[in-house]
């Protein structure tokens, strides 16, 4: 079975553009979690979406945002980017809203100048 | 509020020795969930063990063992006999009511086998 894929796994982006970030999940896995992860706050709970939902979100400002499509693959945006943002984005997919194990991907690495 | 503490930054061992790593969680959650993950240096979390609250029975899965505690609010994870390939950063996770299904993560042991 194939395990969570993100893409890109690197990006280098200037302060102020947006990005976007990508999450396929496991095969039959209805939610995805998003997380930060930096050497400072450490890991970070983002989001997490299920059956297109927002289920929970974490407290990060409005400049994140994400969605999840009917395949359960899942979306997740940074708008005006700071370099406070520069980060590994994780995703991880679970079998449902209960606190299943969450299986991550290799995460993407943002790096912003 | 949910809180997970590794007070241990950093381990360092010698091969074939024993180490135990710890961690302390906070939660007025009834029902909750611990977790162990491993982050070896190629960045992906690796999904070690998920325990309930209810469940306090010792865990064993061949050199790693984990012993929950809910009088001291501990679940503190052993790696018996370290090899090499057991250096990574080390995380425990907490999954409560009050969180939903979102992990609250501690800061991680790194842990360092040395041959």
């Known amino acids: 079975k194939a395990g969570v894929t993100q893409t890109p796994r690197y990006l280098i982006k200037t302060r102020g553009q947006q990005v976007t970030l990508s999450c396929s999940p496991i095969?039959?896995?209805?939610?995805v979690s998003w997380y930060q992860q930096t050497p400072g706050q450490g890991l970070q709970f983002l989001f997490e979406?299920?059956?297109?939902?927002?289920?929970n979100k974490g407290n990060f400002p409005g400049r994140f945002s994400g969605r999840q499509f009917s395949n359960s693959r899942s979306e997740m945006n940074v708008s005006t980017l700071e370099l406070g943002d520069s980060a590994l984005y994780l995703c991880?997919?679970?079998?449902?809203?209960?606190?299943?194990?969450?299986?991550f991907g290799p995460g993407t690495r943002l790096t912003v100048t | 509020a949910q809180k997970v503490t590794q007070a241990q930054t950093e381990i360092s061992v010698v091969e074939k020795e024993d180490v135990t790593l710890d961690c302390v969680y906070e939660?007025?959650?009834?029902?909750?969930?611990l977790f162990w993950y491993k982050q070896p240096p190629s960045g992906e979390l690796v999904f070690l063990i998920r325990?309930?609250?209810?469940?306090?029975q010792n865990e064993i899965s061949g050199r790693y063992s984990w012993n929950f505690q809910k009088s001291t609010s501990s679940f503190n994870f052993t790696i018996t006999a370290s090899q090499v390939v057991d250096s990574a950063v080390y995380f425990c996770?907490?999954?409560?009511?009050?969180?939903?299904?979102?992990?609250?993560f501690g800061k991680g042991t790194t842990l360092s086998v040395s041959s």
């Open positions: 991880a997919s679970s079998l449902g809203t209960e606190p299943y194990e969450q299986y």
């Open positions: 095969s039959g896995h209805r939610s």
């Open positions: 979406y299920f059956s297109e939902t927002q289920r």
């Open positions: 939660t007025r959650d009834t029902t909750y969930y």
């Open positions: 325990r309930n609250s209810f469940d306090e």
């Open positions: 996770a907490l999954s409560g009511n009050q969180a939903g299904t979102a992990l609250i």
